[in-house]
Each structure stands twice: as C-alpha cells, then as structure tokens.
C-alpha cells in the first residue's frame, strides 16, 4: 500500500491506497498542467516498466513501486498539491510536468532494468521533444534529483537481505508446524523487514493471531472448511 495524501493532512489508515491509487493520482496531478493534460505520460512509463522490469513477483513490485513513487514526488514537486512520499523539492516556475515525470522514471528504470536502457532513452527523447527547450531543462533537472533520491532511499531499504535461502532442514509430522512444498525451500521469509513505501511500520495492519490447534475456534474453522 502506498499514501497519496493532500498537502497539510495527516497519515491516517484510510489514507493507504494501492499502487493504482499512486497512478491516478499521478495522473490527475498533471491533467491540470497545461502539458498532456490526460497525464499519459504516466502511462507510457508504466507499460515500459512492464515491458522490462523482470524477475522475483516481489522483487518486480519493488521496482514498480520505485518507478512510481519517482513520478508521484517529481509532479508534487512541480504542482505543489500534495504531501510528496519521500522527496520535499520545488521545482522553478515553469517546469514541465510532464518531463519531470518522463526523466524520474527512466533514471529509476535504468538502475533496477538496466536491460532496458535503449529503450528507455528512446521513450525518454520522444517525451522531450514534445516540450519547449525551457520547460523541458527544468523539468528534467526536478525529475533527475527525485529520482536520485529515490535511488539511495531504496538502496538500503533491506531487500537485499529478504531472500536469505535458508539450509534444508528435518521436516516435522506434527500439526501446526510449517513443511516444505515440493516447490522448494521458502522464499523472501525477511520480506516483512524490508522498509515500506508507504506504511508507517511492516507490522501496522497485521491481523491477529491464528487460534491455536487446541482452541474451540480452530475446530470451529476446521469444521466448517470440511463442509464446504
């Protein structure tokens, strides 16, 4: 989950939003700039990102996340209407919103994709040959500082220690004890360490406790799996 929050508000739960909440936000933040006014620049960036941003399912939602955080904090930085996520910037008057954006994502999607790189400073060229040379040298500059930024917040945000592979180990026949599937060992057990986006804390919204095996509540659940 990822806050978009209303410039002054405070994080309150019901601020968490998904990772399309940071888009459309995005997205209406530039459809009141005078630039592109569908915000489909946001768009472009997100297709790309899906077009090279590869590997584990969480090592991708990272990237993504990283992409459009980037985005998110260079728009503020030009609008002004919202709480950034990470990075408190102003922008000169002028700048464009939508090089600003444009030049986050590709400076974010080159360091985690670097496979893409090409691709990125092509998609990157044609954003900027939309917009007039002043407004484009200023957006570029806000959208390379967000994105640095971003860069070296994330870097030591703990992923890297999140998939430990741990050594094979006695599986256990009692009830109530984790076994090991057929498709192997378990994977990313430390992602619950690795630093939110957007949460306070990993542990904000956990649930509560399973019942124990023991307890009535857990025949209770047992039962009424079995009749289902």
């Not at 946001?42 to 980037?70: C, D, K, M, S």
């Not at 904090?73 to 700048?95: K, L, M, S, W």
């Not at 030049?103 to 496979?115: E, I």
């Not at 998939?163 to 990313?188: C, E, H, K, V, Y």
């Amino acid at each position: 989950p990822i806050r978009l929050l209303p410039r002054g508000s405070s994080a309150e739960p019901g601020a968490c939003f998904t990772f399309l909440a940071v888009i459309l936000g995005t997205c209406a933040l530039l459809a009141q700039a005078n630039h592109r006014p569908d915000g489909a620049v946001v768009i472009e960036w997100n297709q790309l990102a899906q077009q090279y941003v590869i590997g584990p399912p969480f090592a991708q939602t990272r990237a993504f996340a990283t992409v459009h955080v980037a985005m998110a904090d260079a728009v503020v930085a030009i609008e002004g209407r919202y709480d950034p996520f990470r990075v408190a910037t102003q922008a000169p008057q002028g700048a464009s919103a939508e090089a600003a954006p444009a030049q986050a994502a590709h400076d974010v999607l080159v360091a985690l994709a670097p496979g893409g790189t090409i691709a990125f400073d092509s998609a990157l060229h044609a954003s900027l040959a939309r917009i007039p040379s002043g407004q484009s040298r200023t957006g570029v500059e806000i959208g390379r500082t967000v994105a640095a930024e971003i860069l070296a917040w994330r870097a030591d945000d703990g992923f890297a220690n999140a998939n430990p592979q741990p050594p094979a180990f006695l599986p256990s026949a009692l009830p109530g004890i984790w076994r090991q599937t057929a498709s192997g060992a378990a994977q990313f057990s430390k992602l619950g360490y690795v630093e939110p986006f957007g949460l306070l804390t990993s542990t904000q919204f956990l649930p509560g406790a399973p019942p124990q095996l023991e307890d009535i509540a857990y025949a209770d659940d047992f039962n009424e799996v079995k009749d289902q």
